[in-house]
């Protein structure tokens, strides 16, 4: 059983819009959350980190925002350009495992 | 360029045959895993190794083996391959020393079993 899930499998959004990704997570304990982005015939490369005592946190244009309440994370990506075109795969940790999503393919449309 | 190495970069293999797939990174980190990537699961990790000398199992290790002779290299083997096993292998690092150090990831093993 899957304990982090993103219920979106793909996203689309204009070139210069926002980009949401949403990730939902079961297990209380995780206290660790990342997202990756992977391109095709790569792996997947890290984007943002976010600890379980933080609610929220910024690099450039991306902001990570945790709701430990509700089990819930969300990728906020402003604006949306062409090379963020990609899968988004969110992430928990607990006892140094990761745990991950199915991912969101996201296109950024011109 | 400092990072992972996995090969090869893709393989079909007949059902039944052996098959190891070979992970190297440069950048001595402790920790080590491998990961298959299926659509609509995500990236489920097989095996682990937290140190050279020891590994542990993942979330789906049956079928997988693995060994940590050294620091660098972390071969995965199939000792019997099945056509559920058809999957993208993704090979990964991380310096354990820190509890949020990212995972290094290699650019993965597209195998097919026929």
């Known amino acids: 059983d899957q304990q982090v899930k993103q219920n979106s499998p793909s996203l689309s959004v204009q070139e210069g819009r926002i980009s949401i990704l949403n990730c939902d997570y079961t297990n209380s304990m995780f206290d660790y959350f990342l997202w990756y982005k992977k391109y095709p015939a790569e792996g997947p490369t890290f984007l943002i980190s976010i600890s379980s005592i933080k609610d929220k946190n910024e690099d450039g244009r991306f902001t990570v925002f945790l709701n430990k309440s509700a089990k819930h994370l969300s990728l906020h990506i402003v604006p949306s350009q062409p090379g963020d075109s990609a899968v988004y795969f969110c992430a928990a940790k607990v006892d140094y495992k990761l745990s991950f999503g199915a991912g969101t393919t996201v296109t950024v449309r011109a | 360029i400092a990072g992972i190495t996995q090969a090869p970069t893709s393989q079909i293999l007949a059902a039944g045959r052996r098959m190891t797939l070979r992970c190297t990174q440069d950048m001595r980190h402790n920790a080590m895993y491998w990961y298959r990537q299926d659509l609509g699961l995500g990236l489920r990790l097989i095996h682990y190794?937290?140190?050279?000398?020891?590994?542990g199992k993942g979330e789906v290790p049956d079928g997988y083996s693995v060994s940590r002779a050294n620091t660098d290299d972390f071969p995965l083997t199939l000792a019997s391959a099945v056509p559920s096993q058809t999957s993208v292998y993704f090979c990964?690092?991380?310096?354990?020393?820190?509890?949020?150090?990212?995972?290094?990831f290699g650019n993965g093993t597209r195998l097919t079993v026929t």
């Open positions: 990964a690092s991380s310096a354990e020393s820190s509890y949020n150090s990212p995972l290094h």
């Open positions: 190794s937290n140190t050279a000398g020891t590994t």
